[in-house]
C-alpha cells in the first residue's frame, strides 16, 4: 500500500508528495524497492519515504506522531505489525545500498545516501484502539469485552497483566529531518559514497555548473522583472 501526503521541516524545508509504504507478509520486496527508488529518481529534490507495519486501517496518517478518529483494531490483526518487522529492516536496508549504486550509475555529484530515522513505539501510544475478538475474528462489544479485558489483566502472575501492539516505522530521506529526531527517532547518518580521483574532480565540475545554471536562471528572472518595471513606468 502507497500513499502519498506533503509536510514541512521546521528547517524551512519542504517534502513534496511524501510517500508511505505499508510492509506485509504477502507483499513483494522487489516491488516495494523499485517504487522506492523511482521516488528517489530526482536526487536533488527533498523527498522522504516512510516504511511502516501498522495497521492498514491508518492509511494516510502512517507518518504522523498520533492517529486519531480510527476505528477499533482487532487484537488478532496486530500480529503483523510485529511479524513484518523483520522484513521492514531488510526492504530500508535493501533501497539504501541501491540508491547509492544508482547514484553511481548515473555519476551524479550527491556524495551521500539517504537519512534513515527509526521510530518504534505501540497503538496504543500512538492512538489506536485494539479491541478483543474471537477465535473467528468477531470482535468483542460491551460486556463482553470488559469481561475479557479483565481476565486479561488478571492473568498476570504478579502484577496485572498489560498487553501492547508494537509497531515500526523508518523514514528515509534526501536531507535531514529533526522534526523526527524531536518526536523521538533514532538516526543513522547516510552512507558517503567512495570515489576515484577522476570520479571526484568529475562530481565537482558537476556540482559547480548546477551553480552556474542556478545563478544564471536567478539572474534572468530578476532581468526579466526589472524591464517589466521599466515598461510599466515607461507606459
Not at 28 to 45: G, M
Not at 155 to 165: C, H, L, V
Not at 185 to 195: D, G, H, S
Request: with cysteine; aromatic share 4%; glycine share 6%.
Amino acid at each position: 500500500m502507497v500513499n502519498q501526503a506533503t509536510i514541512a521541516t521546521p528547517s524551512g524545508n519542504t517534502v513534496n508528495g511524501d510517500k508511505c509504504i505499508r510492509i506485509t507478509n504477502s507483499g513483494k520486496i522487489k516491488s516495494w524497492v523499485v517504487v522506492s527508488l523511482a521516488f528517489f529518481e530526482n536526487e536533488t529534490q527533498a523527498k522522504s519515504i516512510t516504511l511502516h507495519t501498522l495497521p492498514a486501517s491508518v492509511g494516510d496518517d502512517a507518518s504522523l506522531e498520533r492517529v486519531v478518529g480510527k476505528d477499533p483494531v482487532l487484537r488478532k490483526q496486530t500480529t503483523a505489525t510485529i511479524s513484518t518487522i523483520p522484513r521492514l529492516i531488510s526492504v530500508a536496508e535493501i533501497i539504501k545500498r541501491e540508491f547509492v549504486k544508482t547514484l553511481e550509475a548515473k555519476r551524479s555529484s550527491r556524495m551521500k545516501g539517504l537519512h534513515q530515522y527509526n521510530e518504534i513505539g505501540t497503538l496504543e501510544a500512538l492512538g489506536l484502539t485494539v479491541a478483543p475478538a474471537t477465535e473467528d475474528g468477531t470482535p468483542l462489544t460491551g460486556e463482553d469485552a470488559r469481561s475479557h479485558n479483565i481476565l486479561e489483566a488478571l492473568s498476570g502472575r504478579n502484577y496485572a497483566r498489560q498487553t501492547q501492539s508494537p509497531y515500526m516505522r523508518i523514514t528515509l530521506s534526501t536531507i535531514e529531518r529533526p522534526d523526527l529526531v524531536e518526536r523521538g527517532a533514532t538516526y543513522q547518518p547516510p552512507t558517503i559514497r567512495k570515489l576515484s580521483k577522476s570520479a571526484k574532480a568529475r562530481a565537482k565540475k558537476q556540482e559547480k555548473k548546477r551553480q552556474q545554471d542556478g545563478t544564471i536562471a536567478v539572474a534572468t528572472a530578476e532581468n526579466r522583472s526589472a524591464t517589466a518595471m521599466d515598461v510599466d513606468n515607461t507606459s
